[in-house]
């Protein structure tokens, strides 16, 4: 196994289970120093003390990884609090802490495919709201975020991961993001909650299984290692092929807000 951030010091969020905690062990495995992030070891991205805390005596983060976030089963509040503001919260601590020719990359998902459509919102919501304005915004784009407020929250991730690497490109820091479909983690059994009856059930699987883990982890430590140097800005779908497939329309889709969607 080559050593890819043998010296490098990565923060992992969600470090206490699922992707993070795969991720975490992934990078440990390859030389990296990691300091772990979860709200099981008492950081929650939503306060800013809290994060503060966690990365006191932290002089120095070559790379960040987020991979905290909840279902919109918490209510859209929470998941957009949680998903958006507090991976941003994270994202500007670590950034204080990172040299120039580091990297940040996050986790989204397919959930949130659709940003193009919604582009002005999100980067209205980017720009403007803020922990205190969050309850009077998500009450007055109520009918945005149902059934779930989950695909908004990644759609903004997908755009903050935008704007980050264009903002960031003088100092040389690479800014990119996954978009898993599906992963086995307990995550997926909090789906129907959020999305209603038969969502699981009835998501595509390209491959006949969920992703797992360590598919999702490899994919990340490529993109916030030196291996990927030249890339920054990229979303990268890892789905199994899921949205090739709902693009070309060799695959049903199953998002709720695309035109094309028949069931």
């Known amino acids: 196994m080559t050593a890819t951030y043998d010296g490098a010091v990565a923060v992992v969020t969600g470090a206490a ?27 929650d991205v939503r306060d ?10 932290v002089e120095r983060v070559d790379a960040l ?10 209510g859209p509040e929470t998941t957009l609090a949680v998903n958006v503001l507090g991976l941003r919260r994270v994202t500007e601590r670590v950034l204080e802490r990172m040299p120039d020719g580091g990297s940040v990359t996050h986790v989204a998902s397919v959930g949130g495919w659709a940003w193009e459509h ?7 919501f980017l720009a403007e709201v803020d922990d205190a304005g969050l309850p009077a915004w998500c009450a007055t784009h109520a009918d945005l975020l149902e059934p779930s407020a989950y695909p908004f929250s990644k759609q903004c991730v997908v755009v903050e991961t935008l704007l980050r690497a264009a903002g960031l ?22 789906a129907p ?23 999702q982890a490899a994919a990340l430590t490529f993109l916030g290692g030196p291996d990927a140097g030249a890339l920054s800005g990229a ?23 695309d035109p094309r969607r028949t069931a």
Do not use: K
């Open 65 to 74: 990884f987020s991979c905290a976030g909840v279902t919109g089963a918490s």
């Open 235 to 257: 979303v990268v779908p890892t789905d199994h092929g899921l949205l090739s497939g709902v693009r070309v329309g060799a695959i049903a889709s199953p998002f709720v807000d």
């Open 48 to 57: 800013d003390r809290s994060v503060e805390d966690a990365l006191r005596g």
């Open 193 to 215: 909650a959020a999305s209603g009856p038969g969502f699981v059930s009835g998501f595509p699987l390209p491959f006949g299984r969920l992703s797992t883990v360590e598919e």
């Open 17 to 43: 289970s699922g992707i993070g905690a795969a991720t975490a062990r992934r990078l440990e495995a390859l030389g990296a120093t990691v300091v772990g992030l979860d709200r099981a070891w008492g950081c």
């Open 169 to 190: 490109a003088p100092r040389r820091i690479r800014v990119n993001a996954t978009c898993p479909g599906l992963v086995d983690t307990p995550m997926v059994d909090q």
């Open 118 to 124: 919604h582009y002005d919102l999100v980067t209205e």
